[in-house]
């Protein structure tokens, strides 16, 4: 049946936490998503592949993606997705929404930290807009790696929504998606 997108309710912690330790098993101690979900600056949406069982319709979340919304700027804390859901467009699926929301939520800018060895996820937040703005020394305490910040500075523009509008087209088509507005 395929994939579908929501905002995050309580009972999605657990499985996100879950989803967090396979996606990054040592990079950061584990977020308390039962916290987040009544922390009124973040703003979490979650992905759940939707299948036909025995007993009509099964979901499994996959992926979440959140941010943090102050001073006008959505700061992208997470996006994960499960080890054995990566390499089908999910990934850029909760990007494109996260920034759909920040949008929605009457954001400024849009901004996030980055390993600096991940060439993927830079080659994707490059491709939405995001632009190298800074570099914070030895942030991830598993190895100590630097982490890259970028920064997309004007996402409520016209000319950047027609942007995010036609890579949302070209992402939907090329994965099968069908992009519908976030339920709250």
Request: hydrophobic share 45%; aromatic share 10%.
């Amino acid at each position: 049946m395929g994939y579908k997108v929501r905002i995050m309710q309580q009972e999605d912690a657990l499985q996100m936490a879950e989803i967090a330790m396979d996606a990054f098993p040592t990079a950061q101690p584990p977020t308390n998503y039962q916290r987040e979900f009544r922390n009124p600056l973040a703003h979490y949406i979650v992905v759940f592949d939707t299948a036909v069982g025995d007993d009509g319709p099964v979901q499994y979340m996959v992926g979440y993606g959140g941010f943090w919304l102050m001073a006008g700027e959505a700061h992208i804390v997470d996006i994960a997705v499960r080890q054995t859901y990566r390499r089908r467009g999910l990934g850029e699926l909760l990007l494109v929404c996260l920034l759909d929301l920040a949008v929605a939520l009457n954001s400024l800018k849009a901004t996030l930290e980055v390993r600096a060895s991940n060439a993927p996820a830079i080659a994707l937040y490059e491709k939405y807009g995001f632009v190298l703005e800074g570099r914070r020394r030895r942030y991830y305490l598993d190895n100590n790696e630097d982490a890259l910040i970028m920064t997309v500075p004007d996402i409520c523009l016209d000319e950047y929504l027609r942007r995010l509008d036609e890579l949302k087209t070209r992402h939907a088509a090329r994965w099968g998606f069908k992009l519908y507005p976030l339920a709250r």
